[in-house]
């Protein structure tokens, strides 16, 4: 339904024609608006602030980062509006020519969507925060006809937890979305690409090494792209207008850009989604360096334009623009500096697509395995993995934050960067408990020779506990002079960071430690307090860094 929302506004705006059919990997031919055409996305710009300021704030933007925030900060609550409104926003902007992508908005809508059902249906908050996952995975794998990248985006980015139980629910979301999604839009992959075919085995050799500075080029560049996404969101700020005027100027000089480019070339380039120029670089029909970095360019320029006025949409599209042109544009420069080794330049295309998809995403296993679905070419994975791993690298070398955290980080609202394995969790409090400890009654007297003082009760069972080690006692000293520590009780076996849960809960400082739960002398094993416990697991996350 949204790309049919997107194809209907692009039809009636370009074409003036009323009609649910839009190949996005087609350029638009010439609208018959002529030059009126760059006041299209002005229009659309307008109505498109009207929802977001009017109806859902969150529907501004990307779309991913709002996901996020959703997940880690409010408890997995998302609007229902928002899935209405952000479709409705990020289709006109797409429609009307606004240089963004619909996957970052797929993932909001499907998200949306998803937490409205685990709202309604009284979800607890792991649950719902799984369901948002499942939600956009699904997004994902109808989008892209990628359900192996669907899985990977949500581990990768979105489920707080990774084992079978939540990996599972959100597989079979995929399998569902991606079986819709052959029914209603087919089973092509997104691209259409000629063979690859490789000269010899030495030509593999030759082009996964080349994938490494590739992959830092595209690095490099992926770093540039998020930097300027934020310096136009920072830039158009400071405007002196109100948030209408601000769109308004962004888009109106986005029209007189791609009407330009139309002009000139024949083609509007980076108007929508970019597909069409990802299909002619793929086609080999872009091959002119020069031209190849003035689009890339343009395009870095457009999509600030768009985003940074204040359009709705995603940034997954235009990522794959630029590394798609940025592969070109090395295998060009290879091509005419090694004519012999015979390398099909398609190669550094998916590669540069998958490598900038990593570095701006934080994504690598998902970049790599979502172009490969894309392009359902296996002959060019291992550049591709190559590439990728570099372009990471390279851009959190300079920069930690990626494409989607970043917008977070700047709110001051921080979001993990990696998950770990909670070792602590299965350390057993047994071998950790102080067994140097003193049972005395209520009126005797103590020393400071042991670590803990359990007082005993009539009944010899244990009624207090004093932390000797904490206090100065260098001589035997009347009970009653001593200071007692609230404590509780903890049954033998329990594991290190539940007793340190319990602890934090009751306000305590020491736990008592029983081989059956009871405060008897005989069953006591031994006093732990929370000051070791916080250094224990301390000290066990350690070795995970």
């Known amino acids: 339904m949204f790309r049919l929302l997107i194809g209907t506004i692009h039809n009636a705006v370009f074409l003036g024609e009323l009609s649910l059919h839009y190949d996005a990997n087609v350029h638009t031919q010439g609208s018959y608006l002529g030059w009126l055409i760059i006041f299209a996305p002005v229009l659309g710009g307008q109505i498109v602030v009207y929802l977001i300021r009017n109806f859902a704030p969150e529907a501004k933007g990307h779309g991913v980062p709002e996901v996020m925030h959703a997940i880690y900060h409010k408890r997995g609550i998302i609007p229902g509006k928002v899935s209405i409104v952000k479709a409705f926003a990020s289709a006109i902007t797409i429609g009307t020519g606004g240089s963004l992508g619909r996957e970052g908005p797929i993932v909001q809508i499907s998200a949306a969507f998803s937490s409205f059902i685990g709202q309604i249906t009284r979800l607890t908050v792991s649950q719902r925060n799984l369901v948002i996952a499942c939600g956009a995975s699904s997004g994902i794998a109808a989008t892209f006809n990628a359900p192996l990248g669907g899985i990977l985006f949500s581990i990768e980015l979105l489920l707080v937890a990774i084992n079978s139980r939540t990996v599972l629910p959100v597989a079979l979301s995929t399998v569902i979305a991606a079986n819709v999604g052959h029914y209603l839009i087919g089973n092509d992959p997104a691209f259409v690409i000629p063979e690859i075919l490789h000269v010899s085995k030495n030509s593999d050799i030759y082009v996964s090494l080349l994938a490494i500075p590739l992959g830092a080029f595209v690095g490099l560049l992926s770093l540039l792209f998020i930097l300027s996404i934020y310096f136009f969101e920072d830039q158009f700020e400071k405007f002196p207008v109100n948030d209408y005027q601000r769109h308004a100027i962004g888009t109106l000089l986005l029209g007189i850009m791609f009407y330009s480019l139309y002009a000139r070339t024949g083609h509007y380039y980076v108007q929508g989604v970019g597909y069409a120029t990802i299909q002619d670089v793929l086609m080999n029909l872009i091959t002119d360096p020069w031209f190849l970095l003035f689009l890339i360019f343009a395009k870095l320029l457009a999509t600030g334009l768009t985003i940074g006025s204040g359009g709705s949409g995603g940034v997954f599209s235009p990522s794959l623009f630029l590394g798609?042109?940025?592969?070109?544009?090395?295998?060009?420069?290879?091509?005419?500096?090694?004519?012999?080794?015979?390398?099909?330049?398609?190669?550094?295309?998916?590669?540069?697509?998958?490598?900038?998809?990593?570095?701006?995403?934080?994504?690598?296993?998902?970049?790599?395995?979502?172009?490969?679905?894309?392009?359902?070419?296996?002959?060019?994975?291992?550049?591709?993995?190559?590439?990728?791993?570099?372009?990471?690298?390279?851009?959190?070398?300079?920069?930690?934050?990626?494409?989607?955290?970043?917008?977070?980080?700047?709110?001051?609202?921080?979001?993990?960067?990696?998950?770990?394995?909670?070792?602590?969790?299965?350390?057993?409090?047994?071998?950790?408990?102080?067994?140097?400890?003193?049972?005395?009654?209520?009126?005797?007297?103590?020393?400071?020779?042991?670590?803990?003082?359990?007082?005993?009760?009539?009944?010899?069972?244990?009624?207090?506990?004093?932390?000797?080690?904490?206090?100065?006692?260098?001589?035997?000293?009347?009970?009653?002079?001593?200071?007692?520590?609230?404590?509780?009780?903890?049954?033998?076996?329990?594991?290190?960071?539940?007793?340190?849960?319990?602890?934090?809960?009751?306000?305590?400082?020491?736990?008592?430690?029983?081989?059956?739960?009871?405060?008897?002398?005989?069953?006591?094993?031994?006093?732990?307090?929370?000051?070791?416990l916080v250094n224990l697991l301390g000290d066990v996350t350690k070795t995970l860094r």
């Open 324 to 532: 798609a042109l940025s592969g070109a544009l090395f295998g060009s420069i290879v091509g005419i500096l090694f004519p012999n080794l015979g390398i099909n330049p398609i190669v550094f295309v998916i590669a540069g697509m998958a490598a900038m998809v990593s570095g701006t995403t934080s994504a690598p296993l998902t970049a790599t395995i979502i172009v490969f679905e894309m392009t359902l070419d296996y002959n060019a994975i291992l550049p591709v993995i190559a590439a990728v791993s570099v372009a990471y690298a390279v851009r959190r070398r300079f920069l930690r934050g990626d494409i989607y955290t970043l917008k977070l980080n700047r709110r001051g609202q921080m979001v993990p960067e990696e998950l770990v394995a909670d070792i602590g969790s299965h350390v057993l409090i047994d071998d950790e408990v102080s067994k140097n400890i003193a049972f005395v009654k209520e009126n005797e007297r103590i020393s400071g020779a042991q670590d803990y003082a359990c007082i005993l009760d009539d009944q010899d069972k244990v009624a207090a506990i004093i932390d000797l080690s904490s206090q100065s006692v260098d001589h035997e000293v009347p009970l009653m002079l001593l200071k007692r520590r609230k404590h509780v009780v903890l049954k033998s076996g329990t594991r290190a960071a539940k007793a340190l849960r319990i602890l934090h809960q009751k306000k305590c400082d020491v736990a008592l430690i029983s081989a059956t739960g009871g405060t008897e002398k005989e069953a006591v094993v031994g006093v732990l307090s929370a000051a070791h």
